[in-house]
């Protein structure tokens, strides 16, 4: 019998189930779940000593461990010396011991005013808030509440000490040209120079007026003596010159580029100006406008301070000036810079408006323009001047320019 | 023999992979039955540390005695830990490292502040430019102030409320009273709500430079309404209502009283109050901000508003009385003379003539047309005029006693200035001389 066709097949079968048993075993960790397979979770715990991570170390020296209570007390006295006693700082104590007397003379007033809580209604109807305690029993209370607590300061102080104020005295600009040493004997010089005067004040006060004044310039001009001599002449000058209006005036200008040195020559130049030429005095001071020779006057001065001041800065520096001067351009300045466009979009606004504002007097001055159509005409200046102005302002300022700068477009057609 | 073997092998082989399949096919396929269950055993490590409770932490004893230095640190939370180790409490810790945080950062101002360079020679922007800088800087040292604040005290705290809640005194006593509808403990949370708030619409402020532009406007807004939030949270509803129509009651109605002639009672006021809190927005007025927020034609408005309410409310006479009380000649007139019985018809006749007087003065005053000489005059015939139809209104003991208490005020009103008095005596002096 010829066995080897069955062996084969046999073979081939094998092969076959082997190929069968290697796909099923495959698929089999696939899903166990799907397979119908439970899986139950046996959690077993084990507790293990390990280290600890510590918080933060807090150290307190003392056997046994120091706690606050060791230090406070209701004896604001012995409260503290006991604070001194473990090395409290005396300016720490000072903050603790002012807190708590002041927070229980607080809370004494709360008590007496507690009536006045009550009544609120009633006590403000009577009298205004400010006025509600005086004359009162209260107030009366209350006062003594005060000095119980200043009193009660004042023990403490004994013991801590007072507090040391570092109060440096505030910069003077006016003096930044001085060395600081004599910045500081200045200072000095003017405490004692006002410690004097109310010294003065208080010797002179039943004295006759005549006396007093003689005493008072006396006084003044020693004082005075005094201060010069602390000043070089160059220094001296520079004070001068800080001093007066030319000074605030240059220091006033905004949008005006400008360095030290050219803005202390500019107060410079005014002040000779005005030494030059003094300013004219009308014959009637109550009426000046009604005086036409002291308004000629003034014309003239003004033509040669411009004339001046075109010669020293030029047309366009000049224009700037004059412009930095004008409180209308300040705000228009300011405008610019909170909205982050270029000053110069500032001096576009100001000159819109100039020009609207110029256009509305030409047209008022124009006699033969019937009333009806100088309302229109006027109207029609308001009306393109406000949409020039809000294109050129922008919509994220323009609400800003008609509350801070726009009153002026109202008036236009008025 | 050997291919029977063979054959064998196989068959049985066929046998193995045949069962093999079969088990396999049925856990796959078959039903699930406990037994063929997975049992997964997981064991998992919990760590136990041996720690102590989180807080306080337990103290590590020294031998050696306490000294308030074990205590200090540069830095202020190791100092705050250490504190509240010991047992500080924590108002007593607040009242060290407040002060002590505020001493810190007044320093650093200072700091900012202590150039030596000489910057009077400047122009306003260039001076504008250098005080937005400082002003930043201060800010910005402000808020670093506060987060460690709270970070330190877990809540927004403000030392400068803090020392004026206890400056000793009148003010204190009124604010007392003002808020003594709660607790000591809520009225100090709204005064450091509304100091801080205060502060940070201050500051919003100080960046604009005057110019508001709408997102400003916005911001303010919302500051105004975090203020009354936060003390929305601090205080019940009907403490709020308190709260506003107390708040209201100070702004601009001092004369809505008896002592100013003007009768109402406790409950009439509050109702008074409502109707004010009601036309205006009393958050924003307490934060100094309602002129920016709101435009001039709104606040007219409420105005308005307010005083036809007001008007409608007292009815008319009590209304005039209302208007009348505003005016200080008129309290002066009735404080000085309202324990001597003197009739109200009196009073307003004589009101109205000293009104009248003022108005008359002004006018003469004013008169460019009118020499000094001329204006001296005729202000000396008002004087007499005026003071004669007093005493007639008011009597003799009512006229007395408001002379003594306002007689110099009537005299002055009614005269020169006294600065161009003495420009007089200066000018005749000159020509005296000459």
């Known amino acids: 019998m010829n066995l080897r066709p069955i062996i084969l097949g046999t073979v081939a079968a094998n ?23 439970m899986v139950r979770t046996n959690v077993v715990t084990e507790f293990v000593d390990e280290p600890a991570t510590r918080p933060p170390e807090v150290k307190v020296p003392g056997s046994p461990p120091f706690h606050w209570s060791k230090v406070e007390s209701t004896n604001y006295l012995a409260y503290a010396t006991n604070l001194l006693a473990i090395g409290c700082p005396n300016e720490t104590a000072r903050d603790i011991l002012g807190a708590r007397v002041a927070d229980d003379v607080r809370a004494q007033m709360r008590e007496l005013v507690k009536p006045f809580n009550a009544r609120f209604w009633e006590a403000m109807a009577d009298e205004k808030l400010e006025k509600l ?20 300061q004042a023990e403490l102080q004994a013991v801590l000490g007072k507090e040391t104020k570092s109060d440096k005295p505030g910069r003077n600009e006016q003096l930044g040209h001085l060395p600081q040493d ?32 003689a005493k008072q310039k006396e006084l003044r001009d020693r004082q005075g003596t005094e201060r010069r001599a602390l000043f070089t002449d160059a220094e001296w000058n520079e004070a001068e010159l800080r001093r007066s209006p030319y000074a605030a005036r240059v220091r006033a200008l905004r949008g005006f580029t400008a360095t030290p040195d050219e803005l202390k020559s500019l107060a410079r130049m005014a002040g000779d100006f005005d030494s030059a030429y003094p300013r004219p005095t009308p014959r009637d001071p109550k009426r000046p406008d009604e005086d036409p020779d002291h308004k000629a006057k003034l014309e003239e001065r003004e033509a040669q301070r411009k004339a001046q001041s075109i010669a020293r800065l030029g047309e366009a520096g000049f224009a700037a000036f004059e412009r930095g001067s004008d409180p209308r351009f300040h705000t228009l300045l300011k405008l610019a810079r909170r909205l982050d466009v270029q000053p110069a979009s500032a001096t576009q606004w100001l000159e819109i408006q100039t020009a609207a504002q110029e256009q509305v007097r030409l047209t008022r001055q124009i006699a033969a323009l019937p009333d009806d159509a100088r309302t229109v005409a006027l109207l029609a200046i308001r009306v393109e001047t406000e949409r020039t102005l809000q294109a050129a302002v922008g919509p994220r300022g323009w609400s800003a320019y008609q509350r801070l700068a726009g009153d002026w477009l109202k008036q236009l057609d008025k | 023999m050997r291919a029977v073997l063979a054959l064998v092998l196989s068959l049985a082989l066929s046998g193995a992979l045949l069962a093999m399949n079969y088990a396999l096919f049925r856990e796959r396929t078959g039903p699930t039955s406990p037994s063929a269950e997975r049992k997964v055993t997981v064991t998992t490590k919990r760590v136990v540390r041996n720690t102590p409770p989180a807080t306080p932490p337990a103290p590590v004893t020294n031998a050696a005695p306490f000294h308030w230095r074990a205590l200090e640190s540069a830095d202020y939370a190791v100092y705050a830990a250490n504190l509240r180790a010991v047992g500080c409490p924590e108002l007593t810790l607040r009242d060290i490292l407040l002060p002590d945080i505020e001493k810190l950062y007044d320093e650093r101002v200072k700091n900012l502040e202590d150039s030596t360079e000489d910057t009077f020679w400047e122009t306003a922007d260039q001076r504008d430019a250098r005080q937005r800088l ?22 927004e705290m403000s030392y400068e409320a803090l020392t004026e809640l206890r400056s000793a005194g009148f003010a204190s006593a009124l604010t007392e009273i003002l808020l003594g509808f709660t607790d000591t403990a809520k009225s100090d949370q709204l005064i450091m709500v509304f100091t801080l708030r205060e502060a940070d619409a201050k500051a919003q402020l100080a960046v604009t430079e005057g110019i508001l532009l709408d997102e400003d406007i916005t911001q303010l807004h919302a500051l105004r309404d975090r203020m009354e939030s936060d003390m929305a949270r601090v205080l ?68 308005a508003a307010f005083q036809e309410l007001l008007r409608r409310y007292v009815g008319p006479e009590r209304f005039a009385d209302v208007e009348r009380g505003k005016d200080y000649l008129f309290r002066n007139l009735f404080q000085s003379t309202e324990k001597l019985g003197v009739a109200k018809d009196a009073l307003v006749q004589a009101y109205e003539a000293r009104r009248a007087a003022d108005s008359q003065a002004q006018q003469i005053r004013s008169d460019q047309q009118l020499s000094n000489e001329e204006q001296a005059l005729l202000l000396a015939a008002l004087r007499a005029q005026t003071t004669q139809a007093l005493a007639r209104s008011l009597g003799p003991v009512g006229f007395d006693a408001y002379l003594k208490q306002h007689g110099k005020q009537l005299t002055n009103s009614l005269s020169m200035p006294v600065t161009r008095q003495r420009l007089e005596v200066q000018r005749t002096d000159v020509i005296t001389v000459k």
């Open chain 1, 15 to 37: 092969l076959a189930l082997v190929s069968a048993l290697l796909w099923q075993t495959a698929r089999a960790p696939d899903s166990p779940l799907r397979a119908g397979v």
């Open chain 1, 133 to 152: 305690l005086e004359g009162t029993p209260t107030e009366k209370a209350g006062e003594e509440l005060k000095k119980e607590g200043e009193r009660i």
């Open chain 1, 182 to 213: 004599k910045q500081t004997e200045l200072t000095t010089l003017n405490g004692r120079h006002a410690k004097e005067r109310d010294t003065l004040t208080r010797e002179v006060a039943k004295a006759p007026p005549a006396e007093r004044a």
């Open chain 2, 134 to 155: 400082r002003e930043a800087k201060l800010r910005a040292l402000e808020l670093e102030k506060r987060a460690l604040v709270q970070r330190l005290l877990g809540t």
């Open chain 2, 236 to 303: 019940a509803p009907h403490e709020m209502e308190e709260l506003r129509l107390r708040v209201s009651v100070l702004e601009g109605m001092n004369h809505l009283n008896r002592r100013s002639g003007v009768n109402v009672s406790g409950a009439e006021l509050r109702e008074i109050a409502r109707l004010r809190a009601d036309t205006r927005d009393v958050f924003a007025k307490m934060m100094n901000i309602d002129d920016e927020i709101y435009s001039e034609e709104l606040r007219a408005k409420g105005d």
